[in-house]
């Protein structure tokens, strides 16, 4: 620079232009968000910069992986999309359990990671990672933003996929040069994705091709998923229930759907379902899943599932008909939708029998644990479902745990229940609980985790504290890793293997050192005042139970076998090596 | 016999058609749903469609017809595919180009010459090592021809990968 040009004042930057983040920002506000879930650094400063003066509440996480479970759990819990802001490189990677996650069960996520400026990419610059090509294959949808004018566009389409039609994660990749560079671009309403369709109605002729089907059934089961969950249709479901005469089950994403508790509702089916909902599975002569896909943990073995059965599939994804099997009849349409447009086609069926043969088998084999021997998770969740009276929120991790919640954990309306179910997750549980206590303050929380999974995502006990997220941690302690430590045992001649979790801390002095409420309960006497303690208590607590260690999971219906050869009790014999996966 | 017989309509080719937006990622998008499903892809044409900011992609590939169906399913849920077609079987005009480098002397050439004429192939590159032939129709002819001029010498191979149109109104 010259003398002279040194001595002149400084032209102000032209105020008038935004920066691409608060462009994008201004957005994410005009899309109703109100949250964002998330952990900074170099390549997204400009947009947690852009935070700073934004009605957008910002909640520090301590772990991406946190943050996208926390955006899931506020996403099931709500309906509405969780977001999450991440950096480049190791902070977007940390992402992809999440997206995963969420794409399993069909939850609306918008991840937005920062990216390394333009000129930079492919060059192996600090923090780049090929985000958008790391994430392919779980996402519904993703951008790399190339041009700061694409942002409202964009942000405008990611919100539309990841809602619409059959919800998922949707990533938004914005290199820093992209969100610090000027951007004028306006707000943008019109959509123009010509390869993106969402179904409504359903076709009048499925409809009454349905009807047809479903006056002949003497023995029909309902068969209910997550889609049903995700399109609100609960009351729809159990007006049909009703009409028809016909008891109904749900997958474990699907609990809640309609009231778990109704004299219809048989509960949970498939691999550790109720006896009596698998029994009815396998002697229905006709099943109509709606917003369920024939999930290899509900099906068993596929050639003997339902094998005689007339097979109706209800589904907003058409990609899902036909994918694991054939059903008879295929109706494209938002659950909702459908199930109200078929309440006037359908009669009563003559279903008297086949009702009172349901309530034969819910008499026979009722969920049962021992009285005696200890403490037990079936003990502290059943009792947990009667002082709550099924009205909290319940999360659960993935485990042994997960499968007690399930059973003994009755849900009576739909988003009152939150698990990772495709996926699987481990660590999921904790921090969807913090997402739906975010989503809905006026609930009741809980969140019910195993030793093993909390331990990969209890970070987040710092988040819950600063924000003051009062959910109630519910900690099943059997120092193992409990669904593995079965299989080994039942399985594999009880040769264990990776499974034993020496070494876990106190968890109560744990929760204290983060300043939550810790909490133990040793004997089955303590149950209820320890639980009321917790729910009396107005921030966020971690209750731990100290169970049993060698309980397992009944009824059971080893991965690949028919549902006709479900575990009821358990077995004094050694078993085969389960056929199918995991 | 029934092994023989399923592994037969297995290998068979499928060709399909895609409509798609002309964006960054969406041929890996499309590869990625073939790959997952250990499915292999034997040619692939991406080419700009009449529309501006669409392509068209035409695939050949082989494997087993259920997990075809649910290809095409995915395929077609993708947000940048507008649609995806399978046309195996049906009347489309389908067209591929082959340029065959054969490495031969002059003074023994005419054979080659005389199958090249016969498929109507052009001598595009006439060197006193070798020559290049180009020929184009149907998949299955240029396989034909290319099957007898292995013996003459063939030392490259470049294809272009089928190419197929709808007959009149119907969509490509
Ligand atoms: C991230 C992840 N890693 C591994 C697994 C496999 N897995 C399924 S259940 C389970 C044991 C879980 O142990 P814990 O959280 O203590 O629950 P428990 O079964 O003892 O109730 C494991 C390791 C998984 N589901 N997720
Ligand atoms: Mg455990």
Not at chain 1, 171 to 186: E, F, H, T
Not at chain 1, 319 to 347: S, T, Y
Not at chain 1, 456 to 484: Q, S
Not at chain 2, 104 to 126: C, N, S, W
């Amino acid at each position: 620079m010259s003398a002279a040009s040194s001595a002149a004042p400084p032209t102000p930057p032209p105020a008038a232009t935004p920066t691409g983040a608060e462009v994008l920002i201004r957005c994410l506000a005009r899309e109703g968000v109100r949250r964002i879930f998330g952990l900074s650094g170099g390549a997204a400063i400009p947009i947690f910069d852009a935070l700073v003066d934004s009605q957008i509440e910002l909640v520090l996480v301590r772990h991406e992986q946190g943050a996208t479970h926390i955006a899931d759990g506020y996403a099931r819990a709500s309906g509405r999309p969780g977001v999450v802001l991440v950096t480049s490189g190791p902070g977007a990677t940390n992402t992809v359990t999440g997206l995963l996650t969420a794409h399993m069960d069909s939850a609306p996520l918008i991840v937005i990671s920062g990216q390394t400026i333009r000129p930079n990419l492919g060059t192996d610059a600090f923090q780049e990672a090929d985000v958008t090509g790391i994430t392919y294959p779980v996402v519904k949808h993703s951008y790399l933003v190339n041009d700061a004018a694409e942002i409202p566009r964009i942000v405008r389409e990611a919100f539309h996929i990841a809602t619409t039609g059959r919800p998922g994660p949707v990533l938004v990749d914005i290199p820093k040069d992209v969100s610090q560079g000027p951007c004028s671009a306006n707000f943008v309403d019109a959509l123009d994705l010509p390869g993106y369709q969402t179904p409504g109605r359903a076709a009048p002729e499925a409809l009454s091709a349905a009807a047809a089907l479903l006056a002949k059934a003497r023995q029909p089961v309902l068969y209910i998923g997550h889609g049903a969950v995700i399109s609100g249709a609960g009351k729809a479901v159990m007006a049909l229930a009703k009409q028809m005469r016909a008891p109904i089950v749900n997958t474990l994403l699907g609990k809640g759907a309609a009231d778990e508790t109704h004299p219809l509702h048989l509960g949970m089916l498939g691999m550790h379902g109720t006896a009596y909902a698998n029994r009815a599975v396998t002697h229905c002569d006709l099943i109509m899943a709606v917003g369920a896909r024939w999930d290899d943990r509900i099906t068993g073995k596929l050639d003997e599932f339902c094998k005689d059965a007339v097979k109706i599939h209800v589904d907003v994804d058409p990609a899902e008909f036909n994918k694991v099997l054939r059903p008879n009849l295929c109706i494209l349409g938002d659950a909702k939708l459908v199930c109200e447009e078929l309440l006037p086609l359908v009669q009563p069926c003559n279903s008297e029998e086949w009702l009172e043969q349901c309530d034969k088998w819910r008499q026979k084999y009722p969920l049962r644990y021992p009285k005696r021997g200890g403490l037990r998770a079936q003990h502290v969740l059943d009792r947990l479902d009667a002082i709550t009276g099924g009205r909290s929120i319940i999360t659960a991790d993935v485990g042994q745990h997960q499968m007690w919640a399930a059973q003994f954990c009755r849900t009576r309306e739909g988003r009152r229940w939150i698990t990772s179910g495709g996926a699987g997750t481990m660590g999921f549980g904790f921090p969807a609980a913090i997402g739906a206590k975010f989503a809905r303050p006026e609930e009741e929380v809980w969140a019910v985790v195993g030793d093993g999974g909390f331990q990969m995502t209890l970070a987040e006990l710092a988040t819950a504290r600063v924000h003051n997220v009062a959910v109630k941690v519910l900690l099943i302690n059997n120092n193992y890793l409990g669904m593995v430590r079965q299989w080994q045992e039942m399985f594999f001649e009880n040769r264990l293997s990776g499974v034993d979790l020496e070494g876990n801390p106190d968890f109560v002095k744990l929760a204290e050192a983060y300043g939550v409420k810790g909490l133990r309960i040793r004997r089955p006497a303590d149950v209820d005042r320890k639980i009321e303690e917790a729910r009396s208590w107005p921030g966020p607590v971690l209750l731990v139970a100290e169970v049993v260690k060698e309980d397992n999971v009944f009824p059971m219906i080893p991965a690949g076998a028919p549902i006709a050869n479900m575990i009821i009790e358990p077995p004094r014999t050694p078993l085969e090596k389960p056929s199918g996966s995991t | 016999m029934a092994a023989p017989e399923a592994a037969q309509r297995r290998r068979r080719p499928h060709t399909l058609s895609l409509f798609v937006a002309n964006k960054p990622g969406v041929l890996v998008r499309v590869a990625l749903v073939f790959a997952r499903r250990n499915y292999n892809i034997e040619s692939l044409v991406v080419s700009p469609a009449a529309r501006g900011d669409f392509s068209r992609m035409t695939v050949t590939c082989s494997g087993d017809p259920a997990t075809l169906e649910q290809i095409i399913k995915q395929l077609t849920k993708l947000v940048d595919v507008v649609h995806a077609t399978d046309h195996t079987g049906d009347a489309s005009y389908e067209t591929e180009v082959a340029l065959v480098k054969i490495v031969q002397p002059m003074d023994r050439r005419t054979e080659t010459l005389q199958i090249a004429e016969h498929y109507g192939a052009k001598v595009v590159d006439y060197g006193p090592e070798s020559l290049i032939l180009r020929a184009y129709g149907g998949s299955e002819k240029l396989d034909a021809m290319i099957e007898l001029l292995r013996p003459k010498g063939l030392t490259d191979l470049v294809r272009s990968g089928k190419i197929l149109m709808a007959r009149g109104l119907q969509e490509t």
